[in-house]
């Protein structure tokens, strides 16, 4: 009996177990399922077109600083097929960095906008060569030098684009032709104002820069009356320099506000035998240091055959006037400015400084303190003063702040290999040269103005004050910026 009740027992909760089961079944077949995703078959806007083409990009013509554009495909290099009527969106084809391949061949798929038509033979297409992920796309004024080398910056400004092409189901051909031209503008480092395209670019343009413009863009320099239309297909690199004024020092010094003027390549010297005038072979060249005679009439004579002056006394520099005087007792042609009013007799173009313009060249122009020193050459002493813009060769050391007692202590000594260097990057040399009429008395030299009452007393210290003209001193030709500056392009 016992054995019978716990059989009956076992099946009620067995019972009850399925029962339980069962209820919590149904309990969550109560709750909202998460339905099974529907496949959806995606909706294209487009149909795929097979295209194979054959790229090739054009060879360019000149280079800047020895580096020739690139002439050949390279890794990052984008193909760009547009039609913006046709295509879904542009077709952007890699190239695989074949750097010695001029033309290659590439097989892609041009995605063609549903219920627009791509007829073989008609539909025009467009290619373009972009050049990694900085490419310009022919933006105007990118100057190149911003990129961390100049050959990186004329690849990745470089853009190369072709006319229209006729799409065909065979394999198209392409030549990319430049869209982006070069210039290099070496401007004697000028400050000139010019305008490119529609945007006037009014910064200084200093020594030699790069800039990539769209093909077709137009440059003016307004002040030196030159215009210059940019034609890619023609020409993919222009070299635009200005030329100095001859025999001058092709860099700019600031005299006054927009007043600039190009120094002559040496002092003026005269040659009392025939009358003849010149500008010094060197900077640093001198003549008559340490003369003391009193040559009065026989001026000529003393200086025997083929001897150069140069010191002159106040004015006789101007057309027309005895350079040959030697007493402070004569007239000159002098205007209502106190200034010589003739020309120079080594020319017109020539002039002198006057007060107010050396003033401002040696102590009001930017950073004037710190672009003039004493300083020898091939053992000659002077004042070195260095032009507005102003790059220094490797190398090269200029100390400003010094005081010397002799020549021999003062920090700024060149050699004429030395000098070189210095004068082809701008710099100018004003010798001392003493006066007609006492020794060199170290560290006093003097040039004259175009006044007849004041002169510059230089020395390599950097000492310098007006004082009255009594004796003959060394003659320093400028010419000013002339606003028909000529410009040479390549």
Not at 174 to 191: A, G, I, Q, R, W
Not at 351 to 366: A, K, S, T
């Amino acid at each position: 009996m016992i054995m019978k009740r716990y059989s009956i027992l076992i099946v009620f909760f067995l019972s009850a177990m399925m029962i339980a089961t069962s209820c919590k079944k149904d309990s969550d077949n109560d709750s909202n399922p998460t339905p099974e995703p529907i496949p959806v078959e995606e909706v294209k806007d487009f149909q795929t077109v097979p295209l194979t083409i054959t790229v090739s990009i054009a060879e360019t013509r000149g280079s800047i600083n020895g580096i020739t554009l690139k002439q050949a495909f390279a890794k990052g290099d984008v193909i760009e097929i547009t039609n913006p009527d046709v295509l879904y969106e542009p077709l952007l084809i890699s190239a695989d960095g074949s750097a010695d391949k001029p033309k290659d061949s590439f097989t892609a798929e041009l995605k063609v906008k549903k219920g627009a038509e791509l007829v073989s033979g008609t539909t025009k297409l467009s290619a373009v060569l972009k050049n990694g992920n900085n490419y310009n796309n022919g933006k105007p004024l990118a100057d190149v030098k911003t990129i961390a080398t100049p050959k990186n910056g004329l690849d990745q400004y470089c853009s190369w684009s072709c006319a229209d092409f006729t799409f065909t189901s065979g394999t198209n051909s392409v030549t990319l032709t430049p869209s982006t031209v070069f210039v290099e503008f070496n401007l004697f480092k000028d400050k000139v104002f010019m305008t490119i395209g529609n945007a006037e670019f009014s910064e200084i343009v200093s020594g030699s820069r790069f800039y990539a413009v769209p093909s077709g863009t137009k440059v003016e320099i307004p002040n030196a009356d030159f215009e210059i239309l940019l034609d890619g297909k023609e020409k993919s690199i222009y070299h635009l320099t200005a030329l100095a004024p001859e025999e001058c020092i092709p860099y700019l010094f600031s005299i006054g506000e927009n007043k600039c003027v190009f120094f002559s390549k040496g002092n003026l010297q005269y040659r009392p035998l025939d009358g003849a005038w010149r500008l010094a072979p060197q900077q640093y060249h001198i003549c008559l240091m340490g003369k003391t005679e009193d040559v009065g009439e026989n001026y000529a004579d003393w200086m025997g055959e083929d001897m150069w002056t140069d010191l002159l006394m106040p004015g006789v520099w101007g057309e027309g006037i005895n350079p040959c005087v030697t007493e402070y007792n004569y007239t000159l042609p002098i205007d209502q400015n106190g200034e010589l009013s003739v020309p120079c007799a080594y020319g017109a173009q020539w002039i002198v400084f006057n007060r107010d313009e050396w003033e401002y060249l040696m102590d009001n122009r930017p950073d004037a303190a710190h672009k003039r020193a004493g300083a020898v050459v091939n053992g000659v002493s002077g004042l070195l003063i260095l032009p507005d813009e102003w790059t220094a060769p490797d190398g090269f050391s200029f100390v400003t702040d010094f005081v010397v007692e002799d020549i021999e202590d003062i920090p700024n000594q060149y050699t004429v290999d030395e000098w070189a260097a210095l004068e082809a990057a701008g710099a100018v040399f004003l010798p001392d040269c003493g006066s007609l009429f006492c020794n060199l008395i170290f560290p006093l030299s003097y040039y004259l103005l175009r006044t007849t009452d004041l002169m510059m007393i230089l020395s390599p210290i950097n000492y310098w004050e007006e004082n009255g003209a009594k004796f003959g001193s060394a003659v320093r030709l400028v010419q000013l910026q002339s606003g028909n500056t000529t410009i040479k392009v390549e």
